[in-house]
T-cell receptor, first 112, second 111 residues
Framework: AQSVSQHNHHVILSEAASLELGCNYS??????LFWYVQYPGQHLQLLLK??????LVKGIKGFEAEFIKSKFSFNLRKPSVQWSDTAEYFC??????????FGRGTSLIVHP | EAGVAQSPRYKIIEKRQSVAFWCNPI?????LYWYQQILGQGPKLLIQ????????DSQLPKDRFSAERLKGVDSTLKIQPAKLEDSAVYLC?????????FGPGTRLLVL
């Protein structure tokens, strides 16, 4: 069965620290990859997406993610986090015959 | 551009009661999704519509859950009868060219 794994369930960082959140998916073929963010009290918002082309994609608020096909990974990165990045982050996969599937999420807390 | 609208935002019912949720997608979005998000987990797809047709409902518990999108625009999701384990946030999303846009969700508590 298709699955999406997010390795870190809870991450706590200080402001200005670098961030990398892992995401792996379990199936091959053509996939569309997404990172969504949910700030406290708000609904899910798209952070960035990869459909094709350059495997390094840039999103909003300084986030980027790299698609590594050989590793079935789509890790999210930010060189310097801010307190306002405190949120829940979800990796998701869709495309082809696959139904949209989300990881269980990573809760990020950034200390000021 | 208006976002995805959902109502109600909160609902508390007792087990074995019925409940319905409503979703109005972004104008022009042909694809509509209903997700269930249990606390501490990621959203799980319940049903996906393309216009008024069902694309996938493989994870919908059809003995108690039903959904419709009769005119290919807004949609309703119903649970009848509800169980304690149905307590969750029910998210509606619509998409254009593969990117989903989510509504605020309906938080359901079944007592």
């Amino acid at each position: 069965a298709q699955s999406v794994s997010q390795h870190n369930h809870h991450v706590i960082l200080s402001e200005a620290a670098s961030l990398e959140l892992g995401c792996n998916y379990s199936y091959g073929g053509t996939v569309n990859l997404f990172w969504y963010v949910q700030y406290p009290g708000q609904h899910l918002q798209l952070l960035l997406k990869y459909f094709s082309g350059d495997p390094l994609v840039k999103g909003i608020k300084g986030f980027e993610a790299e698609f590594i096909k050989s590793k079935f990974s789509f890790n999210l990165r930010k060189p310097s986090v801010q307190w306002s990045d405190t949120a829940e982050y979800f990796c998701a996969v869709s495309g082809g015959s696959y139904i949209p599937t989300f990881g269980r999420g990573t809760s990020l807390i950034v200390h000021p | 551009e208006a976002g995805v609208a959902q109502s109600p935002r909160y609902k508390i019912i007792e087990k074995r009661q019925s409940v319905a949720f409503w979703c109005n997608p972004i104008s022009g979005h042909a694809t509509l999704y209903w997700y269930q998000q249990i606390l501490g987990q990621g959203p799980k797809l319940l049903i996906q519509f393309q216009n008024n047709g069902v694309v996938d409902d493989s994870q919908l518990p059809k003995d108690r859950f039903s959904a419709e999108r009769l005119k290919g625009v807004d949609s309703t999701l119903k649970i009848q009868p509800a169980k304690l384990e149905d307590s969750a946030v029910y998210l509606c999303a619509s998409s254009l060219e593969g990117t989903q846009y989510f509504g605020p969700g309906t938080r359901l508590l079944v007592l």
